[in-house]
């Protein structure tokens, strides 16, 4: 949920961003000056006039029109602005370059499976720091997603060697809702609310501290009296606690994914500043990681109990 908090915490969509300088009319870029007036430095006089006091005439050009003058003023101005501006190509590419340093870091905690602990501190760590943090931070960005890949390599190496299978299973599971989530926005069937997104926030911290609370209960061994997974492993009408909990965590990812489009689609159709791209690059690789990661445990709970 922190990676949904950022997406907020920032001067472009808070409405506290500088809004750009109006540009001059044609009318009013070519005016000419007045009776007694010195026209404003580098400007010719209109054709048919007599130069200023110290003006070269010779070589005298006509001069172009307020039309023209207009054109070649916004020509350069309107290219810088494109290429200063939030565009899904940016956003995909941002996105993927912090999903390759999160592979390359989860390659090597698959062979050292302890930095999954580093990940998840760090992770934890660095997606503080980058929810709170109102201007993005490319390097943050890079960092968090180092940490991330610790957690995922770790995690899924200890997991794989006990369930054979499962990380192919889970990266499955994971790229179908992340395909169904796309392609239901895409069409507009699925849209963010409010009164649903307050909702899942308080759900959302909830959660965390369930998480947390059952993380030192197994740290300390005081959760194996329930079971592998500790407070996971209560059944509920025959059914683990942590499925039904991890489905709802699932669903809970899922509008999670819809809030992250919704931030590159405003921020795209708003002309939102480019370096805006990090904070939905690390939104989205958070989120996409955050339901992986449910997923994982959801198959491991089930299979741990054929």
Do not use: C, H
Request: proline share 6%; aromatic share 14%; charged share 10%.
């Amino acid at each position: 949920m922190m990676a949904n908090s950022a997406l907020k915490n920032n001067d472009f969509f808070n409405g506290r961003a500088t809004a750009t300088p109006p540009v001059p009319t044609p009318q009013q870029y070519g005016q000419q000056p007045q009776f007694g007036q010195q026209a404003p430095y580098g400007q010719q006089p209109a054709y048919g006039q007599a130069p200023q006091y110290g003006q070269q005439q010779y070589g005298y050009q006509q001069a172009p029109s307020p039309e023209q003058l207009y054109q070649q003023f916004q020509a350069p101005a309107a290219t810088r602005d494109q290429m200063d501006r939030m565009s899904y190509e940016d956003v995909i590419a941002k996105t993927a370059g912090v999903f390759a340093v999160l592979l390359a870091s989860a390659a090597l905690a698959w062979f050292v499976p302890l930095l999954a602990i580093v990940g998840a501190l760090g992770a934890l760590v660095t997606g503080i720091v980058l929810a709170f943090k109102r201007e993005p931070s490319p390097a943050l960005t890079f960092t968090f997603g180092v940490f991330e890949g610790f957690l995922v390599g770790g995690f899924s190496s200890l997991l794989e060697a006990q369930y054979a299978g499962i990380v192919f299973q889970a990266g499955l599971a994971t790229a179908v809702v992340i395909g169904v989530v796309l392609l239901l926005f895409l069409n507009s069937k699925v849209r963010t609310s409010p009164k649903f997104t307050q909702f899942f926030m308080i759900a959302g911290l909830a959660y965390f501290i369930f998480s947390l609370l059952n993380f030192g209960l197994m740290m300390f061994g005081a959760g194996q009296q329930f079971g592998t997974w500790g407070l996971r492993s209560i059944e509920v009408f025959g059914i683990p606690l942590g499925v039904i909990i991890g489905i709802f965590a699932v669903l809970m990812g899922a509008y999670m994914l819809v809030t992250d489009f919704e931030y590159v689609q405003r921020g795209v159709r708003g002309g939102a500043p480019r370096a805006y791209g990090w904070i939905a690059a690390y939104s989205l690789v958070s989120t996409v990681v955050y339901i992986y990661i449910e997923l994982l445990r959801i198959i491991a709970i089930l299979r741990g109990n054929d």
